[in-house]
């Protein structure tokens, strides 16, 4: 319970629904509670008249008693229709403010934990998996929901009616109540016990259909491969193995069940024959009428939803407080990067790493080790050099994805660690080897960095990413969706995708993650000579496996295992004959033999 505990605030936040909501529950079972009342004096009232119906010695007088009962009965079924009708309006008003209120913090409880998973480092993106992230967003959340509004309007909905009610049957016979309250106790705690299972039962069911949806979307999303291997038997022999045991534990479930709702319903049975019974001993004492009867039979049946709801209720809670605890687990981690300064200045564009070392973490892969190099503004850098020699992570530590453990970063002389980080990160434009797109139109993803880009602008860069032409070619041109729920598009035509949506913001430093891999080698000329006239000015580091246009770069760093194991212009490293020239001409030669 006490990791609910967080929830106060926002009971304090809606405290008017709460209030109003209780007094709603309150008047909506005392409503529910006069019903019985009137029926037990509409029943003696009718006994009474049969009585004297049977007594009365001339048609007249039994015809005003005929008359009278007629009347009488009329009066009572309005008044319990009009309590109905009452009872209805308040449960209405019961519903609007508790669940209303429920649904008022599940969507403040969206709104902090995606501002707060929007504020967290990459490296927490690494140790989470995204399953687990979004369960804890949408199932976590929905679970808490249910213990704010259901659980508390069932809760209060259930201490009300026993209050209301246990008094009004006091009132009346406290024997009698006695008696019919005995089994009471037993059934909820058979309800209880009963509840624990069935969600024991439950979550397991949930487990294996977790399982089963994984298998299917992995076979849906990986159908290519499951058909190129000729694999379909044995995924549909995986497949049936999981749905058959799903299907044995949710028969365990229905077992538990078919017992249960039988059981139930007899202990209720049971009390109502002990309200007959002693209730029938009681008015041949005369120490209360038969209308009485009936109106305890009616509470019993009032009180046993109530009853039932408390094993679920408890349990409600219990889920909700495991969630939270995750929820919280969260909410409490603390972003390892964070914006040290609001300082929107320009910058120029001069990079110097300086003994840079760099460790990943959990992993401590050791990615870089004593890394130094100068860019001046508007300078041109390529990075070369084997996959998993460092490259990208270099791209990483500028975009300050992670800090360096040792050495330093500046730009413009400044240490990236004092710079104002959203300024930082608008004004380069980086192009990530992933040109992961979102599910919007291709416009709405090149403006991504540029929300208020025009038409005419986000066409142009296009141009220059020479895609124009094939996003013309779409159904809907500019307007098709892509990503996810859209239109597949192929590994380049991403990536020059990306490459607008990078230069579009007009950055003043341009980071290119090995982005024209997928490009063939016309579309990359055009592309690279594209770099040569506009990207002039800017400072751009380019990271590449293609050993074309090299003459491009002022710089050309070649990266060996976290280090640099060379350095210069194209022409200098050609010269110097070791590892550039090595892997220049082996490409070369593997580009020739094609
Ligand atoms: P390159 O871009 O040259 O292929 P990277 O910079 O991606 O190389 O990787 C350098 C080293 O760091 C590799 O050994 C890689 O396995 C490791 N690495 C890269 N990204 C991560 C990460 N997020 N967490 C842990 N280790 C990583």
Redesign the pocket.
Known sequence: MQHLKVLVKYFVQYKWHLILGTIFVFLSNYAKVLQPQMIREALDVVLDNIQQYHTATTPEQKNEIFNNVGAETLKFALLVLGLAVLMGVFMYMMRQTIIVMSRLIEYDLHKEMFTHYQKLS??FF?RNNTGDLMARITEDVSRVRMAIGPAILYGLNLFSTFVLVIYAMLRVSPKLTLFVLLPLPLLSFIIFKVSTIINRRSEIIQQNLAILNSTAQESYSGIRVVKSFAQEVQMTDLFEEQTLNYRARTLDLIRVESVFFPSMALLIGLSTVLTVYIGGLEVIKGNITPGNIAEFVIYVNLLTFPVTAIGWIASLIQRASASQKRINDFMNEKPEIVNPVIDPVDIVGEIVFDHVSFQ?P??N?Q?LNNISFTLKPGERIAIV??????????AELLLRMYDIQSGSITIDGKEIRDLDLTNLRRRIGYVPQDGFLFSDTVAGNIAYGKPNATGELIEEFARNASIHNEILSLPEGYQTIVGERGVTLSGGQKQRISIARALIKDPEIVILDDCLSAVDADTEQKIMNYFKENLKGKTTIV?THRFSSMSFYDNILV?RD?EIAEQGTHDELMKKGELYKEMFERQNVEINNL
Not at 385 to 394: E, F, L, R, V
Request: net charge positive; proline share 0%.
């Open positions: 990459t490296s690494k990943y959990v992993t892969i990615a050099g084997k996959t998993g020699s460092g490259k990208t992570t270099i990271i990266l976290g």
